[in-house]
């Protein structure tokens, strides 16, 4: 019988995380640029990348929650091994690929594999109380932006050299990653607290319903969704917006992305725990909030590159959402069903995934043709800004309506 996981074992699901991250970072500079080899012009490019990043998107809509339902029942290590193995055919894939339609077979092995997140966020509520669940969120959340220090910095140096460079060390990480979860990881749910396995969990769209039948957490599921959308839509437009506006290379893109992940990492891992006692984590969401809303509009009307680099390294507050909302929404769902919990909100992410790249990039597609200067080159920010500024007034009527543990 699988021995439960002691509260050290949390160090090693975040080093699974750490490479799986790095992996993904590796590739992030280089791929929309890369979509650019196979087209003629920025507007192709652009809508081609957002319909890559949709079927990605949609593969992960259809998966997530599936393989977190699973790892409820079978336990999370083997549902790591299979997205380690399914992430390193995917860049391999992709390193090959000689056309269009082959980036697309590599999208949709990803998709369907991509459930690292998820998984280790449901690790990591296994092995932690009630009390420290949130920092616990918070250190999968700082080995996910450390792997964004490192990641794009070296994907956008190495896509210097060859734009597939980047997609052979990822996919090597990836079975390096596995190699790891396969001799090291221990197993962090013991048999009696396993869930059974049926068609409503493993229901993509039976998760989402049954997320949003969560009338006691609405509100919050309304301000994850939202922060999420607006999360996805800069991630997935920002390196063509950058090299739009800015005519940034893949190596720019890369350093900015580090700083990205480096402030993320700073937050995440150093500053959370004093941040939540100081605020508590209701009031350190809705200080994230507020800041994200100001980042988004400044993003959008920025004129010079350096001034992307200022916002990130100001933008400090945003990086704690995550976390603090993550664990005001867990505190609330029973042990045996944290796995699902966290593939439904990840199958958020997927939602926004199928859907922000495919306006991101329409939006992205209309604005190409105008100046670097113009303030409509920035029209995706202002959208993320305005959804933001409703996850503000949501998540402040949730909280001035229901008594939250903090």
């Not at 009390?131 to 080995?143: D, L, Q, T």
């Not at 005519?247 to 900015?256: S, V």
């Amino acid at each position: 019988m699988t021995k439960p996981a002691s509260p050290g074992n949390l160090n090693f699901v975040l080093i699974c995380v750490f490479i799986d991250m790095l992996g993904i970072g590796l590739i992030v500079p280089v791929l929309p640029v890369l979509v650019g080899e196979f087209t003629g012009t920025r507007e192709n490019q652009a809508y081609w990348y957002g319909v890559m990043s949709a079927t990605f998107g949609l593969m992960q809509f259809i998966f997530m929650p599936m393989l977190g339902a699973i790892s409820d029942r079978v336990g999370r290590r083997p549902v790591l091994l299979y997205s380690m193995a399914g992430m390193a055919i995917n860049f391999f894939t992709t390193a090959w690929a000689p056309n269009l339609a082959c980036l697309f077979i590599g999208r949709v092995i990803g998709g369907m594999s991509s459930a690292s997140m998820s998984v280790a966020s449901a690790y990591a509520s296994d092995i932690s109380t009630p009390e420290n669940r949130a920092k616990s969120f918070g250190k999968v959340g700082a080995a996910f932006g450390l792997g964004f220090i490192c990641g794009p910095m070296l994907g956008g140096l190495l896509g210097t050299v060859d734009l597939h460079l980047p997609f052979y060390v990822a996919g090597a990480l990836s079975v390096a990653n596995f190699a790891y979860g396969y001799f090291v990881v221990p197993e962090s749910l013991p048999a009696g607290r396993r869930a059974p396995l049926t068609l409503s969990r493993i229901n993509p769209f039976a998760a989402l319903v049954k997320l949003g039948r969560r009338t006691d957490i609405r509100g919050l599921i309304v301000t994850y969704t939202l922060v999420t959308l607006a999360a996805m839509m800069l991630q997935t437009t920002w390196v063509l917006y950058t090299t739009f506006r800015f005519n940034w290379t893949p190596g720019q893109n890369g350093a900015a992305l580090f700083c990205v992940g480096l402030t993320a990492a700073v937050v995440q891992a150093g500053l959370l725990g004093v941040l939540i006692k100081r605020f508590g984590e209701v009031k350190l969401s809705v200080l994230g909030l507020v800041s994200g809303a100001i980042t988004y509009l400044l993003y959008g009307l920025a004129t010079q590159g350096w001034m992307m680099y200022v916002l990130i390294m100001c933008n400090v507050l945003s990086f704690a959402i995550g976390p603090a909302l993550q664990s005001i929404i867990s505190k609330s769902t029973p042990p045996n069903e944290q796995g699902e919990l966290m593939g439904s909100l990840q199958s958020i992410s997927s939602v926004g995934v199928i859907f922000m790249p495919l306006l991101g990039s329409a939006i992205l597609g209309e604005v190409s043709h105008l100046s670097s200067g113009d303030w409509r080159v920035g029209s995706t920010f202002y959208l993320c800004a305005v959804m933001q500024t409703v996850a503000i007034f949501v998540a402040q009527r949730y909280f001035g309506k229901h008594a939250v543990q903090s």
